[in-house]
């Protein structure tokens, strides 16, 4: 049997109808072996296939000592623990990379991204709005919105009160993968399926959404929405954002290269490539007509934003007399203050 394309063991909660609202996978693992492909066909006569298994304890068991007689000994301890789990459990087994057809899969693809485990755009979401539930993220832990009117009377005759934090399809990102060398002012805003960069601080007003954001040292006090990408070294000043693929930019794949600058309250709706920069204030969509100067300040043609899609050293700025929209050549390169990226 071949090699799977990702696997994960996870603990999740339902809602009294025994739907899924969320699983939670500790240690989702990219590209299992090919032993550890034979131990669920032995222990779970798992046949092939993407598929998602609900097992009893007995078969966890089973599992954790055949994972560790083939030496996958981090599967082997997840599975001892979730063994004696009170919460019901899972296990995901993806053969191929494609549209997810339940909210477990679904989890794993979103844990999958916030662990680095894969880039933004690597893995197939499509379809996954359909499939996951709008959720009560309370004090208590995901609750279904049918069940919490019941549950807030609960907490109320025993003395406490249900706190509600959001209600929506993502959960916030650490409360389920915190990655390593960032620092998270708010954390609330930014969502499970999150890829941030070793070295990025996101500061209160930054937020970063789902198959989305950073690959290296970043400053985000903006915004990074669905499917954007920012490049190391590069600054989103505060209330900038960036147009992703659900907020109007269609297919566009909206991104920032490294080292570039987009200003306080501007915003981009096309790729930036290298050492850009955008002025404070300037919003740039597709089909903005921007003069291009030479190096004497001289426009010497006018084209579509999009036309320079990608390009790396511009700078976009408004001309301060007439308001008209100019681009120029950078010669100024953008450098992140160090003392503020040390998040060790």
């Known amino acids: 049997m071949t090699s799977l394309f990702c696997l994960g063991l996870g603990v999740g909660t339902q809602n009294s109808n025994g739907d899924w609202l969320e699983v939670f996978f500790p240690r989702p693992l ?32 089973a599992l954790a000592k055949s994972f560790a ?37 679904v989890y794993l693809k979103l844990h999958l991204l916030s662990h680095r485990l894969v880039k933004p755009h690597g893995v197939a979401l499509d379809g996954m709005f359909g499939l996951l539930p709008n959720v009560a993220w309370t004090s208590e832990g995901a609750i279904g919105l049918e069940d919490l009117p019941q549950r807030q009377l609960q907490a109320r005759l025993g003395g406490k009160t249900l706190s509600v934090d ?32 070793e070295g990025t601080t996101i500061m209160h007003e930054g937020f970063v959404n789902f198959n989305a954001g950073t690959l290296g040292t970043s400053m985000i006090e903006g915004r990074i929405s669905a499917g954007v990408v920012v490049g190391k070294g590069s600054d989103l000043g505060g209330g900038c ?29 096309i790729p930036l490539g290298d050492r850009c ?21 001289n426009a010497v043609k006018h084209v579509k934003a999009r036309e320079l899609a990608g390009e790396s050293d511009l700078l976009f700025r408004r001309n301060s007399v007439s308001g008209a929209l100019e681009c120029k050549t950078n010669k100024s390169a953008i450098a992140l203050n160090e003392a503020l990226h040390v998040n060790n």
Do not use: H, W
């Open 69 to 105: 007689r083939v030496g996958a000994t981090e599967l082997a301890a997840i599975a001892r623990e979730l063994k004696t789990s009170v919460r019901p459990t899972v296990l995901v087994a993806l053969a191929e990379d494609s549209a997810p057809t339940s909210v477990a899969e």
């Open 166 to 197: 959001c209600v929506d399809k993502f959960p916030k990102m650490t409360d389920y993968v915190v990655p390593t060398g960032v620092r998270i002012a708010d954390t609330a805003r930014v969502r499970l399926g999150a890829y941030i960069g």
């Open 277 to 297: 920069i955008v002025e404070s204030g300037l919003y740039i969509t597709a089909g903005s007509k921007i003069a291009l100067l030479d190096d004497q300040n």
């Open 30 to 61: 990219l590209a299992p072996t090919s032993d550890i492909t034979q131990v669920l066909k032995e222990e779970l006569n798992y046949g092939g296939g993407n598929t998602c298994l609900t097992p009893e304890p007995a078969e966890m068991s």
């Open 241 to 269: 954002s960036t147009m992703g693929t659900l907020s109007g930019g269609g297919n566009i794949v909206i991104s920032v290269g490294e080292e570039s600058l987009i200003g306080a309250n501007a915003g981009i709706g």
